[in-house]
């Protein structure tokens, strides 16, 4: 594999890229289930959040796998530094450079704001995009990836992509970088994608991409069968127009409920990136249920996560069992 400096977008990587940064995370998902849950891998490495927009799940993730992994941690978030003094970009990735940061984790309002800070010039350690605006977030596509793998192949499953599997992305794909994201991860890895949205939550150039387009959710649940269905929160933050009448009858019409899943094969993973609007795009029924990957996903976030870190910064698959 050759070596990656940055992950910007999912389709930074290709196939085999892809299998063996979920091949790493499958032992990574090992060493978090020791008693011991750390590697000396990136002791000595600095590696900084850099976070302009909230995030729960994905900064704690990242902090979490940077610990595991023994590399020094700071936490930068816009609020509460000299970014809301004014401070730009430029000016803050310069400092970070200035303290031998040797990553840089951004997550930024800003679509495109981690490619420019790779390429700028200001920074000279690996960036690592944790979700740019509506553009990409990597990171999450590779975690879900891994979820419905484990789920469905079982853990351990090295070498093996996602063939054959048909997933459903619903919901929100306008504003949705975990959409993107996901769209290029799973075809990569051979899965058939599925986009279901009102035609008003579907970018301009949406037939372009790499997948079938449905309107109509539950003649979509019918006819694909999926093997798993990503709901995709509404992105109200994002949302400069009236995109649909009101969300009752959002989630009446596209929200994930008891009378969907029961469209469903018994088997299929629910999934959804977190936060969720609960009562929205998915009830309380669906959510909780046996085929909700909601926890998981999150769990394997760190897995993952470590995975790519890792597979950045050390560069050598030496360590692994220290
Ligand atoms: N947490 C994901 C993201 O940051 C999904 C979402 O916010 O809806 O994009």
Excluded at 297 to 321: C, T
Aim: glycine share 6%; aromatic share 4%; net charge negative.
């Amino acid at each position: 594999m050759s070596q990656l400096k940055h992950l910007l977008s999912a389709g930074d990587l290709d196939r085999e890229a892809a299998i063996g940064i979920l091949d790493i995370a499958e032992e990574m998902a090992d060493v978090n289930n020791r008693d011991i849950k750390k590697l000396p891998t990136l002791r000595g490495k600095t590696v900084v959040n850099l976070f302009f927009e909230d995030s729960t799940r994905t900064r704690i993730s990242f902090e979490l796998a940077e610990k595991r992994l023994s590399a020094d941690v700071i936490n930068f978030s816009a609020k509460g530094s000299s970014v809301s003094k004014g401070e730009s970009l430029k000016d803050t990735a310069q400092t970070l450079e200035a303290m031998g940061a040797d990553a840089v984790v951004i997550r930024h309002h800003a679509s495109g704001a981690a490619n420019v800070l790779a390429h700028s010039g200001w920074i000279q350690g690996s960036i690592i995009n944790a979700g740019d605006g509506t553009h990409e977030h990597p990171t999450q596509a590779l975690l879900d990836a891994f979820t419905i793998r484990r789920r469905i192949h079982g853990s351990g499953s090295n070498g093996k992509d996602l063939s054959g599997l048909k997933v459903a992305i619903v919901g929100d794909v306008l504003h949705s970088r975990v959409a993107r994201s996901n769209l290029l991860l799973l075809n990569t890895l051979g899965a058939e994608v599925h986009l279901v949205a009102p035609p008003t939550l579907f970018p301009a150039d949406a037939s372009k991409w790499q997948a079938e387009l449905h309107f109509n959710l539950d003649a979509a649940l019918n006819d694909v069968k999926p093997d798993a269905v990503m709901m995709l929160r509404v992105q109200a933050e994002r949302m400069n127009a009236s995109y649909f009448p009101s969300e009752r009858e959002y989630s009446r019409i596209w929200g994930m409920n008891a009378d969907r899943l029961a469209l469903l094969k018994p088997d299929t993973l629910i999934m959804h990136p977190g936060p969720m609007n609960r009562g929205l795009e998915i009830t309380a029924a669906a959510a909780d249920s046996k085929n909700s990957t909601v926890l998981e996903q999150v769990a394997n976030g760190v897995s993952v996560r470590m995975a790519v870190l890792y597979q950045l910064l050390s560069g050598e698959r030496a360590n692994i069992d220290a």
